[in-house]
Each structure stands twice: as C-alpha cells, then as structure tokens.
C-alpha cells in the first residue's frame, strides 16, 4: 500500500530538527531510513533545494525554502507529485505560523514540536488519496516536476567519506546539479546583523581617520612609526571586508571571517600603545558580534517557484 510514513521540518544551516512526526515505525527498514533523515540533515546546505533519496522499499524526498527543509518518507510506489504537493502544504503552513526570527534562534530540537498536529492531518488527507481536493495543485506539480526534476540521491553518495563534495557544482535547473555557490542567496538581513554592518562601518572609519591622522604625524615627525600606518589602514580593510563577507555569500566564508577577526584582533594588539582599553575592547568586540552574525547569516535554500 502506497503510503506517506512520516515528515520532518529541519533547519538546513545545522540540521537541527524542529519538528516531526511522533507515530514513526519501529521497524528495521524505518530504523534505517530515520538514520538516513540523520545523515541528509548535516547536508541540507550543499545540495538543491528539492531531492529525492531511494533507499529499497521506501523514498525520502524534501524541499528547502528559506533556510529551514521539509523531508518526508513514503513508500517507493507513492506518487512524486503527491510527495511534493504534500511537502509544499508542510512549508506553507510552517511559514505562516513561525516566523523566520523564531526559526533561526532555536536553539533546543523539536522546539516546533506541536507543528505535528498540522503533519498528522496533512498526512491523513494524502494517505487517502480519494478524498483528495488539491487537482488544480496537482496539475500544477505534475508540471514543475517535469520542468525541473527532483535530483536523485543515490545511497552510496549519501555513504561516501567526503559527502557530495564530488558532485558538479554548477547550476541547478532541474538537472540534478548543484547550484553554483558565488550565486546562492542568504537568509534575510535580522535587527543584529544590521547592527553589525553598521558597527564594522564605524569601526573601519574610525581606523581610516587614525591612519590618516598617523600619516600626518609621520610627515611632521620623522621618528613616527610607519608600522602604525600599516595596522589603521589593514584594521580598515578588515572592518570593510567582514561587510562584505555579511552581505555576500562566497566560498570558505566562515572560514574568512574567523580569518579576519584575526587580523582585527592582531591590528589593536599592535596598536595597544595608541588605544585605551575601552578602544580597544569596542574594536574587538564589534569584530567578534559581526563574525558571529556572518556565521548566523547562512545561504537560504531556494524559494519554490511551484504554485504561484
């Protein structure tokens, strides 16, 4: 019998589950397909934002919409177009309900849990397949999947050592490709991380004006340290470029970012004689509040263009 066996809702930065179906099997082969859910969850963020995953008996299929996934595990016989319609009702639903300040601050799992309530009916409706009333949703379904097929997932790539590193990163239009990465959106902008931009920008002018202050001096006394000049004005473009890494998306941008407070935190070491503490600690810490807002500000997965 073709059937929906369970959902979840999950939030593709980290994997964190924030809600799903409590009634799961205990069987062996659901077992083992809720170790899949696991291990697709740590991966949400390198792959498109619809798949499907075959595993035997039975199929695990998600979508991904503005930061947070909608996985669901059915029979292998169960229609596709049903699976993704069912999955767009799950994301539609969570959308409205939670707000997208609430999602990105979770921090316990399955802190949405009551959202089963709302799984568990969705779930009955499309477990009956006759009593269904969502044709004109169908139809339009049937025709984005068409147009943009789910990427397959194969066992044995979700089991590799290095996860889908190997896969081709080019752009995802339904080819079963990974979108290109240099393109791919962030989630949008919070109140913390426009307070961070704006710090960053006043810390890099205040650096600026140093420097240009520091290069007056070196010009009036020859003794000045040309070595101060140098910490302004890499304190400046340190400042400028963790703005850059929040508005932007890039490759290794976390890394970056840690790489740059780094050199934030250097420039003030070499700049002690010149600051007082209170500078100093404000530097520092703004640098730290706006490195923790670009790790925050994860790429969004894509919004579906199905049903509109």
């Known amino acids: 019998m073709s059937m929906i066996l369970s959902a979840s809702v999950v939030r593709?930065?980290?994997?964190?589950?924030?809600?799903?179906?409590?009634?799961?099997?205990?069987?062996?082969?659901?077992?083992?397909?809720?170790?899949?859910?696991?291990?697709?969850?740590?991966?949400?963020?390198?792959?498109?934002?619809r798949c499907t995953l075959k595993t035997g008996q039975y199929n695990i299929n998600f979508i991904s919409s503005l930061g947070v996934s909608y996985m669901m595990l059915c029979t292998e016989n169960y229609p596709s177009v049903l699976a993704f319609c069912f999955l767009d009702e799950l994301q539609k639903e969570f959308i409205t309900t939670y707000n997208m300040m609430k999602t990105n601050t979770a921090v316990r799992p399955y802190c949405f849990i009551e959202f089963d309530n709302f799984i568990q009916r969705t779930k009955q409706r499309y477990n009956n397949t006759r009593s269904l009333s969502t044709k004109m949703n169908l139809a339009d379904m049937q025709t984005e999947i068409k147009l943009r097929p789910p990427y397959q997932i194969s066992v044995s790539e979700l089991g590799s050592a290095n996860g889908f590193t190997h896969l081709s990163v080019a752009e995802y239009k339904g080819t079963g490709k990974i979108s290109a990465a240099p393109h791919q959106r962030l989630e949008p902008v919070t109140l913390p991380g426009i307070v961070s931009f704006v710090l960053s920008l006043l810390c890099g002018a205040l650096n600026l004006i140093r420097g240009f202050h520091a290069i007056e001096s070196l010009l009036q006394n020859e003794g000045e340290d040309f070595s101060y000049v140098?910490?302004?004005f890499l304190g400046t473009a340190a400042c400028l470029y963790q703005c850059y890494l929040?508005?932007?998306?890039t490759g290794w941008r976390n890394a970056?970012?840690?790489?740059?407070?780094?050199?934030?935190c250097l420039c003030n070491m070499y700049l002690y004689e010149l600051?007082?503490?209170w500078q100093l600690f404000f530097h520092v810490t703004v640098g730290a509040f706006s490195t923790l807002q670009i790790r925050l500000r994860q790429p969004q997965g894509k919004s579906p263009d199905y049903n509109v």
Do not use: H, W
């Open 12 to 49: 593709v930065r980290d994997g964190l589950p924030l809600s799903a179906s409590t009634d799961y099997d205990q069987s062996t082969g659901m077992q083992e397909c809720r170790k899949y859910f696991k291990m697709l969850s740590k991966k949400l963020s390198q792959l498109p934002d």
């Open 230 to 232: 140098i910490a302004f």
């Open 246 to 249: 929040f508005v932007y998306y």
């Open 256 to 264: 970056k970012s840690f790489l740059t407070f780094g050199l934030i």
């Open 275 to 277: 600051r007082n503490l």
